[in-house]
C-alpha cells in the first residue's frame, strides 16, 4: 500500500539525539560523584529546573546505593541523552536478581533492613519508570536488575516526549564502537497522524566514513511513496559514496495497524506479540553495492505488540527464554537490556523498539 504524503511530516526523529553521556561501574559511593556531576550538567544545558535536578540528583545517588549493597558493586550506571530533549538515568547490574520487582517498588518493602523506600521514591519523582529483574536461573544470558528513569526537559514532565505518537511508542540504544565520537549505525523515524515509517541503517565498517554513510538520509521520507521506493532512493544515495550500507524499512498502519516490512543485507526484525517472538532476515546484499531484489514480509499487530530492528552490532539470540517477561516492558527498558546484554563489542550497536499502546 502506498500513501499520498504530505510535504512536510509531522515529525522526523533522528538517532543523533541519541548519545550516551556516562557509563561506569559504581563500586563505592566515592564513585557516584562523577556520576552526579554529569547529570546536573547534561540537566542544566536541556534547560531542567532546579527542582528536577535535584530529583535526578536523588535517584543517581539511590541507584547508586542500590549497586553497592544489593549488587556489590557489579553493574554500572549510564546516562543518555534521548531525542525531544529527555534524559534516561539506568542502573545496570550482574547481581542476584529479583524475585518480585513489584513488591520491591513499595514502600517499606526491604531485604537489607533499611527504610525500603528507594524504588517507590525513583518511580514518584522520574517522569517514566521501568524495572526489569532476572534471578540467576531464569535466562540464558543475564541475571540482575534494570531500573530506567525518564526525566523530561519540558515543563511539568508531560507524559508524552519527542517519538511517542498517539498509537506507538519508542525505544533507542545507539552505541558507537569503543564510545567512539563517529557512529555508522543510524535510525530515523518519520511519525505522522496515519503511520509511522522506519530507517534503519549500519554503514560497512565503522568509523567517520561510516557515518557520513548513513547521515541525513531522514531527507528522503518525503520523497518516497513507498517502502520499496525508500530503499531505492537510499540505494542510488549510496552508489555515490564510498561506503554502502544495510538497512530494514518499515511501516505501521495507524488505523489497521498493519505491519511491513523490507530490508536488505545483514540486519535483523524481532516481532513480538502473544509473547512469542518471531525473527526476521533480510535480502542479502549491500545497499549501494550489489543486494538481492527485498521482499516485503508483514503482520497485523496487536495492541502491545513490539517491533525490534537491530543492527549486526546486536547478537541475534535473544527472546522471551532469554528475557522471560522483558516484551511486557515499555520499549525504551526493552532497548537498554538488548543493547546492553547482547552488544558485540567489536562493531557499533543499535537497537530500535517500536511498540503499539
Not at 15 to 27: E, G, R, V
Not at 140 to 164: I, N, Y
Amino acid at each position: 500500500m502506498t500513501y499520498t504524503l504530505s510535504r512536510e511530516p509531522t515529525l522526523i526523529l533522528d538517532s543523533a539525539a541519541c548519545k550516551l553521556l556516562f557509563s561506569d561501574p559504581i563500586q563505592s559511593e566515592s564513585a557516584a560523584i562523577l556520576l552526579r556531576s554529569r547529570l546536573l550538567s547534561a540537566a542544566r544545558r536541556l534547560g531542567l529546573a532546579e527542582s528536577r535536578r535535584e530529583n535526578m540528583a536523588l535517584v543517581a545517588s539511590e541507584m547508586a546505593s542500590n549497586l553497592i549493597k544489593h549488587a556489590g558493586g557489579r553493574g554500572m550506571l549510564q546516562i543518555w541523552e534521548q531525542p525531544g530533549g529527555m534524559l534516561d538515568v539506568v542502573s545496570f547490574d550482574y547481581g542476584p536478581g529479583m524475585g518480585n520487582p513489584h513488591l520491591a517498588q513499595e514502600d517499606g518493602y526491604s531485604t537489607k533492613g533499611t527504610l525500603g523506600k528507594g524504588l517507590g521514591s525513583m518511580q514518584r519523582l522520574a517522569d517514566d519508570f521501568g524495572i526489569f529483574s532476572q534471578m540467576a536461573g531464569a535466562g540464558e544470558r543475564w541475571h540482575g536488575t534494570v531500573v530506567w528513569c525518564r526525566f523530561r526537559a519540558h515543563a511539568g514532565g508531560a507524559k508524552r516526549g519527542a517519538g511517542e505518537a498517539d498509537f506507538c511508542q519508542l525505544g533507542l540504544f545507539v552505541r558507537s564502537l569503543s564510545n567512539d565520537r563517529y557512529n555508522g549505525d543510524h535510525v530515523y523515524v518519520d511519525i505522522r497522524p496515519e503511520r509511522l515509517r522506519l530507517l534503519h541503517l549500519d554503514g560497512l565498517g565503522h568509523g567517520e566514513s561510516a557515518e557520513l554513510a548513513t547521515a541525513r538520509l531522514d531527507r528522503y521520507f518525503t520523497q518516497a511513496d513507498s517502502l520499496g521506493h525508500l530503499l531505492e532512493i537510499v540505494d542510488r544515495h549510496l552508489r555515490s559514496n564510498a561506503r554502502g550500507a544495510v538497512a530494514v524499512a518499515c511501516e505501521i498502519d495507524a488505523a489497521t495497524r498493519e505491519l511491513r516490512m523490507l530490508g536488505v543485507g545483514d540486519m535483523a526484525a524481532h516481532l513480538c506479540r502473544n509473547g512469542q517472538v518471531q525473527h526476521y532476515a533480510f535480502a542479502p546484499g549491500v545497499l549501494g553495492r550489489e543486494h538481492k531484489n527485498p521482499q516485503e514480509a508483514g503482520a497485523v499487530l496487536v495492541r502491545g505488540a513490539s517491533l525490534v530492528s537491530t543492527s549486526d552490532g546486536i547478537r541475534r539470540g535473544w527472546g522471551e527464554d532469554a528475557f522471560p517477561g522483558l516484551c511486557n516492558q515499555h520499549p525504551q527498558l526493552m532497548a537498554y537490556v538488548i543493547g546492553n546484554v547482547m552488544a558485540r563489542m567489536t562493531d557499533d550497536q543499535s537497537v530500535c523498539v517500536l511498540k503499539l499502546n
